[in-house]
């Protein structure tokens, strides 16, 4: 029975990236018993997936990330999971409106929800919203790490990026956090006895009840409740506005309003609201009338300007400018157009823009296009002092050196949607003052929160079956790496207790003896790796979920530059796998740059690196010796590939993704040529290998040919794909090699 391979189809440039190189994936498995096949889940089929009554039958599309829901369940998955957008509002407008133009008949999306119909499109709509993706796939905890060849060549040849810290003492950065009212403060949890089923109700001041949520909970599941108090959160803000103001440095704020989708738009909001206060509340009544929303930023606000008379935009517009006036200069995303922090939710994402205030000295982008000195904005405990701790370190001992700095590998809680804070359906905005409680079905409150009209409360699962697995993998790596591993988990926080009681439970079930096992809280853990890293040493963190994703940002940003470098292997509970590749964390850009000029820089390494375990496995479970072959070659030549630095240009008319991966391709066909462990395959792609070297310099000069000039694929979200293919593959002589293999 030949293996399945699933290639996920998905969005922005990785989905571009596709084109050029799972051709190649194809006809290199060919005639090995290994069929790759793809699963559209971009932003754009699961908006289609929503709505298969108003489609023709030529449009619907099949609901893809269910299917792999369950393929991940059972022992046979392998699945390639390349990075897809995590929507907030205006993406998925946007993406609604490009559907809408293409002849979808998708409706629009309801900012505000008038009526019933209106609430209920929202709440079909909400599925798609937020990292709707992973929650799905992750049916195991997750491995990251780079790869060994990765790391050597980032060491060989550090990345150019990191800017100098000044003298100790003159950097004005810092990570600004709240010191009471957030979500930190106020967690509760608890750990299930038995099965039960909770709900989770609000309590008005005059007793009535309200159910939100109810949920099946399962026996030692872990249940959380926490709230952010938003009037000290807005205090916060006008504190450190203040400060900022003072100091003559940068504002900036760093939430994640593409994961925490409910909350931190909101926090994100208060935000904007308290920075221009004075215009906001002054013409509230008006901004109300046209749906403007400072949830969205200052670029919703100022876009639904047109639809007033141009005396009163003019108005609103000047009081807005005074406000940037009299307020502290904001972190820019973009100088030439005046886009600041504040203009949209999700162009400043704390996991990729964090990574970047250490790797610049302590300073963002100004409106004068220079770096300046920046108070970062963490609002929340749970992990601003991991971060505090990071720049408070590099203030005092100067910038980290790629060249020799160690590694933060990590093992990631995720499975079974572990840990899955804001990207869910239980996060709620208080209407009035009250009370959240979790209740069983015996009719006992398990935890309850006092709270104010708008704070927000969220709350999250940790499945036991999680958990274990979870130890037991960071138990592994510690033995086969013979590194530390840290669980990072603060005893003083609600949630983290009950995990760090189940961590002592289960590590006895486990050969630990020689191992150096240790349980930290974030700060103390970062500073414990921050000193081995400037020895050179490496170290294993276990985190949960929302620390999974900001650490595996965080270092390979500084180590290798970009976080799209790292290999992402999830063993799934069932005993399949899922490899995912990294997000880059830019992707939007590449693709505006490809449309404007033909060139690509989009990096594949990640996708590369994934398909080599993804084929171990493969020849692991099938006893498929060819697919072992063809995993170890194609780690020989993502070396060579390396080695010889045929990574993408940032500048068009050289070398960019499709060439990249031409050269990937003429590396792989060599290291086949020339291994002996499978005669067939040496016979096979000895004459491959050949002609792809004879034609190098042609296929070189064909792919540099197709650069330099504007692109239409027709489309940014849902692109014509004979179009799109003939964009990403422009090499008559590769595509003839490849598709007469």
Same mark, same amino acid.
């Given at each position: 029975?030949?293996?399945?391979?699933?290639?996920?189809?998905?969005?922005?440039?990785?989905?571009?990236?596709?084109?050029?190189?799972?051709?190649?994936?194809?006809?290199?498995?060919?005639?090995?018993?290994?069929?790759?096949?793809?699963?559209?889940?971009?932003?754009?089929?699961?908006?289609?997936?929503?709505?298969?009554?108003?489609?023709?039958?030529?449009?619907?599309?099949?609901?893809?990330?269910?299917?792999?829901?369950?393929?991940?369940?059972?022992?046979?998955?392998?699945?390639?999971?390349?990075?897809?957008?995590?929507?907030?509002?205006?993406?998925?407008?946007?993406?609604?409106?490009?559907?809408?133009?293409?002849?979808?008949?998708?409706?629009?999306?309801?900012?505000?929800?008038?009526?019933?119909?209106?609430?209920?499109?929202?709440?079909?709509?909400?599925?798609?919203?937020?990292?709707?993706?992973?929650?799905?796939?992750?049916?195991?905890?997750?491995?990251?790490?780079?790869?060994?060849?990765?790391?050597?060549?980032?060491?060989?040849?550090?990345?150019?990026?990191?800017?100098?810290?000044?003298?100790?003492?003159?950097?004005?950065?810092?990570?600004?956090?709240?010191?009471?009212?957030?979500?930190?403060?106020?967690?509760?949890?608890?750990?299930?006895?038995?099965?039960?089923?909770?709900?989770?109700?609000?309590?008005?001041?005059?007793?009535?009840?309200?159910?939100?949520?109810?949920?099946?909970?399962?026996?030692?599941?872990?249940?959380?409740?926490?709230?952010?108090?938003?009037?000290?959160?807005?205090?916060?803000?006008?504190?450190?506005?203040?400060?900022?103001?003072?100091?003559?440095?940068?504002?900036?704020?760093?939430?994640?309003?593409?994961?925490?989708?409910?909350?931190?738009?909101?926090?994100?909001?208060?935000?904007?609201?308290?920075?221009?206060?004075?215009?906001?509340?002054?013409?509230?009544?008006?901004?109300?009338?046209?749906?403007?929303?400072?949830?969205?930023?200052?670029?919703?606000?100022?876009?639904?300007?047109?639809?007033?008379?141009?005396?009163?935009?003019?108005? /609103?517009?000047?009081?807005?400018?005074? @406000? !940037?006036?009299?307020?502290? #200069?904001?972190? &820019?995303?973009?100088? =030439?157009? *005046?886009?600041?922090?504040?203009?949209?939710?999700?162009?400043?994402?704390?996991?990729?823009?964090?990574?970047?205030?250490?790797?610049?000295?302590?300073?963002?982008?100004?409106?004068?296009?220079?770096?300046?000195?920046? /108070?970062?904005?963490?609002?929340?405990? @749970? !992990?601003?002092?991991?971060? #505090?701790?990071? &720049?408070?370190?590099? =203030?005092? *001992?100067?910038?980290?050196?790629?060249?020799?700095?160690?590694?933060?590998?990590?093992?990631?809680?995720?499975?079974?949607?572990?840990?899955?804070?804001?990207?869910?359906?239980?996060?709620?905005?208080?209407?009035?003052?009250?009370?959240?409680?979790?209740?069983?079905?015996?009719?006992?409150?398990?935890?309850?929160?006092?709270?104010?009209?708008?704070?927000?409360?969220?709350?999250?699962?940790?499945?036991?079956?999680?958990?274990?697995?979870?130890?037991?993998?960071?138990?592994?790596?510690?033995?086969?790496?013979?590194?530390?591993?840290?669980?990072?988990?603060?005893?003083?926080?609600?949630?983290?207790?009950?995990?760090?009681?189940?961590?002592?439970?289960?590590?006895?079930?486990?050969?630990?003896?020689?191992?150096?096992?240790?349980?930290?809280?974030?700060?103390?853990?970062?500073?414990?790796?921050?000193?081995?890293?400037?020895?050179?040493?490496?170290?294993?963190?276990?985190?949960?979920?929302?620390?999974?994703?900001?650490?595996?940002?965080?270092?390979?940003?500084?180590?290798?530059?970009?976080?799209?470098?790292?290999?992402?292997?999830?063993?799934?509970?069932?005993?399949?796998?899922?490899?995912?590749?990294?997000?880059?964390?830019?992707?939007?850009?590449?693709?505006?740059?490809?449309?404007?000029?033909?060139?690509?820089?989009?990096?594949?390494?990640?996708?590369?690196?994934?398909?080599?375990?993804?084929?171990?496995?493969?020849?692991?479970?099938?006893?498929?010796?060819?697919?072992?072959?063809?995993?170890?070659?194609?780690?020989?030549?993502?070396?060579?590939?390396?080695?010889?630095?045929?990574?993408?240009?940032?500048?068009?008319?050289?070398?960019?993704?499709?060439?990249?991966?031409?050269?990937?391709?003429?590396?792989?066909?060599?290291?086949?040529?020339?291994?002996?462990?499978?005669?067939?395959?040496?016979?096979?792609?000895?004459?491959?290998?050949?002609?792809?070297?004879?034609?190098?310099?042609?296929?070189?000069?064909?792919?540099?040919?197709?650069?330099?000039?504007?692109?239409?694929?027709?489309?940014?979200?849902?692109?014509?794909?004979?179009?799109?293919?003939?964009?990403?593959?422009?090499?008559?002589?590769?595509?003839?090699?490849?598709?007469?293999?």
């Amino acid at each position: 029975m030949a293996a399945k391979i699933i290639w996920s189809e998905i969005d922005e440039a990785p989905a571009l990236a596709t084109y050029a190189f799972l051709p190649i994936v194809r006809a290199f498995t060919k005639g090995c018993d290994i069929e790759v096949e793809t699963r559209d889940i971009s932003l754009s089929g699961r908006v289609l997936t929503l709505f298969p009554e108003r489609l023709t039958e030529a449009q619907r599309v099949a609901d893809h990330l269910a299917e792999l829901g369950e393929l991940v369940k059972n022992p046979e998955a392998n699945v390639i999971k390349l990075p897809n957008i995590s929507a907030s509002i205006p993406q998925l407008q946007a993406c609604i409106k490009e559907l809408q133009q293409q002849g979808y008949d998708i409706p629009s999306y309801p900012e505000e929800a008038e009526n019933d119909e209106d609430r209920k499109l929202q709440e079909r709509f909400s599925k798609v919203l937020g990292s709707a993706v992973n929650p799905v796939l992750r049916e195991g905890n997750s491995d990251r790490r780079a790869a060994a060849s990765v790391k050597k060549f980032a060491q060989k040849n550090p990345h150019k990026m990191m800017q100098p810290w000044p003298p100790a003492g003159e950097s004005k950065c810092r990570v600004a956090f709240m010191d009471g009212g957030d979500f930190y403060e106020s967690e509760k949890s608890v750990t299930m006895d038995g099965a039960d089923t909770v709900k989770i109700q609000f309590v008005d001041e005059g007793g009535h009840a309200k159910v939100l949520k109810e949920l099946k909970l399962l026996a030692g599941e872990v249940f959380d409740s926490s709230t952010m108090n938003v009037r000290k959160l807005r205090d916060f803000y006008t504190a450190t506005a203040a400060e900022a103001k003072e100091k003559g440095v940068l504002l900036s704020l760093h939430l994640k309003a593409t994961m925490m989708k409910i909350s931190d738009p909101i926090l994100f909001g208060h935000c904007v609201s308290v920075y221009f206060k004075d215009a906001l509340e002054k013409h509230a009544a008006t901004l109300k009338e046209i749906g403007a929303s400072p949830n969205y930023g200052m670029g919703d606000i100022l876009s639904k300007l047109d639809k007033l008379p141009a005396e009163k935009k003019a108005e /609103i517009e000047a009081d807005i400018n005074k @406000c !940037y006036e009299s307020g502290p #200069a904001l972190a &820019i995303v973009d100088s =030439r157009k *005046n886009i600041t922090n504040l203009h949209v939710p999700n162009d400043v994402i704390v996991d990729a823009s964090m990574p970047n205030v250490v790797r610049d000295g302590g300073k963002m982008w100004n409106l004068q296009d220079q770096l300046q000195d920046t /108070i970062a904005m963490v609002p929340d405990r @749970c !992990y601003a002092t991991m971060y #505090a701790e990071i &720049i408070d370190n590099a =203030r005092a *001992n100067g910038q980290f050196d790629p060249s020799t700095m160690g590694s933060v590998s990590n093992v990631g809680l995720m499975a079974q949607k572990a840990e899955e804070y804001g990207s869910h359906d239980k996060t709620f905005e208080a209407p009035s003052n009250g009370t959240f409680q979790v209740v069983n079905s015996a009719g006992q409150v398990l935890m309850e929160q006092k709270v104010e009209k708008g704070d927000v409360y969220r709350s999250c699962q940790t499945k036991d079956i999680a958990i274990k697995d979870w130890v037991r993998l960071a138990v592994e790596r510690c033995r086969e790496s013979g590194e530390p591993v840290v669980f990072w988990l603060d005893e003083k926080r609600g949630h983290d207790a009950q995990i760090i009681a189940k961590v002592n439970k289960y590590l006895p079930d486990y050969d630990t003896a020689g191992l150096e096992i240790k349980v930290m809280a974030p700060r103390e853990a970062m500073t414990f790796s921050l000193e081995r890293i400037r020895k050179g040493l490496n170290t294993i963190s276990a985190t949960g979920n929302v620390l999974r994703d900001y650490l595996t940002d965080l270092f390979p940003i500084l180590e290798l530059g970009t976080s799209a470098r790292m290999l992402s292997i999830v063993p799934l509970l069932a005993g399949g796998g899922l490899f995912e590749t990294g997000a880059g964390g830019s992707a939007p850009k590449h693709v505006q740059q490809f449309l404007k000029e033909g060139h690509t820089r989009w990096d594949s390494l990640g996708e590369y690196c994934a398909l080599v375990p993804s084929l171990e496995l493969v020849a692991k479970n099938f006893n498929n010796n060819k697919a072992k072959v063809l995993a170890e070659t194609l780690d020989t030549a993502i070396g060579t590939y390396l080695e010889n630095q045929k990574l993408p240009s940032r500048k068009v008319n050289e070398l960019d993704n499709r060439g990249s991966t031409f050269y990937l391709t003429l590396y792989w066909a060599q290291a086949l040529a020339a291994q002996s462990q499978d005669q067939d395959l040496k016979a096979r792609f000895t004459p491959i290998a050949k002609e792809m070297t004879d034609n190098a310099d042609k296929i070189d000069a064909e792919l540099i040919a197709a650069q330099g000039r504007p692109i239409d694929i027709g489309g940014y979200f849902r692109p014509d794909r004979v179009k799109t293919e003939k964009e990403m593959r422009p090499s008559a002589t590769l595509n003839a090699i490849i598709d007469n293999m």
